[in-house]
């Protein structure tokens, strides 16, 4: 399965050629991004969360829940889609925590995320928790 992580600017032209599902991050009081419209997009999930691997002040920052969502939109679809696309602002940590994540449990393989991002480690590691419990 190829999974990638793009930045927020990235996301709004990015235009998918085979089945595929988006996984949309944005902070807390911040518009959602508008996805281009695509027939090939089964599903999409919005997020909203700071970018902070531990609890700061009254920041929201990711969840158990949330990474519930993921986990049930992804495998939901895994059978039927061939890309994962996940969005933040930056492209460079929340998406790549949860794309990293992803990967690690569908491809068995999340070295690329460590090598050309920094992946918010509460999102990974919350993710993967979830899944192997």
């Keep these: 399965m190829k999974i990638i992580n793009l930045s927020e600017n990235e996301a709004k032209d990015y235009i998918a050629d085979v089945p595929y599902i988006h996984i949309s991050i944005r902070s807390p009081k911040t518009e959602p991004i508008i996805l281009p419209d695509n027939p090939l997009r ?3 999930l919005f997020l909203a969360f700071y970018d902070l691997d531990k609890k700061y002040r009254e920041y929201e920052i990711f969840t158990i829940f949330q990474a519930q969502q993921i986990l049930l939109l992804t495998m939901a679809y895994v059978d039927d889609i061939d890309l994962i696309v996940v969005n933040c602002e930056a492209g460079v940590s929340r998406s790549a925590g949860v794309a990293g994540a ?3 449990i569908i491809n068995d393989d999340d070295s690329a995320y460590f090598k050309h991002s920094l ?4 999102v990974y590691r ?3 928790e979830e899944h192997f419990k």
């Design 42 to 44: 089964k599903a999409d």
């Design 102 to 104: 992803l990967s690690k």
């Design 119 to 122: 992946p918010n480690m509460l």
């Design 126 to 128: 919350t993710i993967l």
